[in-house]
């Protein structure tokens, strides 16, 4: 297994860790360490997808757990939002509801033999998700002087999720349309 891979399933095995840490509200120092550990598997998607494009190392299996690392970190962070109430539930069902037909899209692909990789808006959605979380959970933990920052990022960053997320979901179906046909 190469290091791209190994770094999306840090970033799987992260998922539960920062979903329990920002369930224990109680603990002050919780949110400070989720954020950070959001941060850092936020960044080992980027740093993955490098280090395949710049050594080759891009494969099947890559193309496939890279995307499912992300949705499993992202769909986990917005719950938890969505859960201490700095994020409506709708717009988690938007998300979920982009990413699981984008998963039928790509089960129906490999059906055929094809791979579906994460395409340009689908990359620029995630940076946005990324963006919007670290946002969010700056304000949720109210650290020192970002947190009144964060507060005014939080409606337009949800507004620029929610169009992005609906556009790239499109997007996947529209340059894989004969996939649904096939």
């Known amino acids: 297994m190469n290091w791209p891979n190994r770094l999306s399933l840090i970033r ?11 369930a224990f509200n109680n603990l002050p ?13 936020a960044v080992t998607d980027f740093v993955d ?30 719950v938890m939002l969505s859960w201490h109430k700095l994020l409506p539930a709708w717009i988690v069902v938007i998300v979920l509801f982009r990413e699981l037909a984008v998963d039928g899209l ?12 994460a395409g340009k808006l689908g990359k620029i959605k995630t940076i946005i998700q ?3 979380i670290i946002a969010h959970l700056v304000y949720y933990v109210q650290f020192p002087l970002l947190h009144i920052l964060a ?32």
């Open 12 to 22: 799987i095995g992260s998922v539960p860790f920062i979903t329990a840490l920002l």
């Open 29 to 41: 120092w919780a949110g400070y360490v989720a954020l950070f550990w959001f941060i850092l598997a």
């Open 49 to 78: 997808g490098h280090i395949a494009r710049k050594y080759n190392l891009v494969t099947n299996f890559g193309k496939f757990i890279d995307p499912v690392a992300d949705k499993l970190l992202v769909l986990s962070a917005l």
């Open 106 to 117: 790509r089960l129906v692909a490999v059906e055929q033999g094809r791979v579906i990789a």
């Open 130 to 132: 990324m963006v919007l």
């Open 151 to 182: 507060g005014w990022l939080m409606i337009p960053s949800q507004i620029a999720m929610i169009i992005i997320t609906v556009w790239s979901g499109a997007d996947y179906f529209l340059r894989n349309k004969e996939v649904l046909h096939g």
